[in-house]
């Protein structure tokens, strides 16, 4: 069984900083794109960001120069580095990874999602 597990969420100050992290385990053959998409209270999973096994990244306008994603391909983990956090950036933060398990079965895993609050 294959899985992935965000961590890092938490309630930060405007302004501030989180960095979330998001694991994937299991059987797993090869990791392919793996990103970072959130759902505020209200509204409609957006993407936030992705990356490529070859580090091509990809933003939504509304972080483009505040986060930044990476990837440990060793330790089959993916990062977003959050900074100067707005209110508007409150939402539940899920991992997406696209992988080969070792049946050579192609899957999409969503994590169970970690709470991002942004408020003084």
């Known amino acids: 069984q294959v899985q992935v597990v965000e961590s890092g969420g938490g309630l930060v100050q405007p302004g501030g900083s989180l960095r979330l992290s998001c694991a994937a385990s299991?059987?797993?053959?090869?990791?392919?794109?793996m990103g970072w998409y959130r759902q505020a209270p209200g509204k409609q999973r957006e993407l936030v960001a992705t990356?490529?096994?070859?580090?091509?990244?990809n933003y939504a306008d509304s972080v483009k120069g505040r986060f930044t994603i990476s990837r440990d391909n060793a330790k089959n983990t993916v990062y977003l580095q959050m900074n100067s956090l707005k209110p508007e950036d409150t939402a539940v933060y899920y991992c997406?990874?696209?992988?080969?398990?070792?049946?050579?079965?192609?899957?999409?895993?969503w994590g169970q999602g970690t709470l991002v609050t942004v408020s003084s």
């Open positions: 997406n990874a696209g992988l080969i398990n070792s049946d050579y079965s192609y899957l999409e895993l």
């Open positions: 299991g059987r797993i053959f090869r990791l392919n794109d």
């Open positions: 990356i490529t096994t070859g580090g091509s990244t």
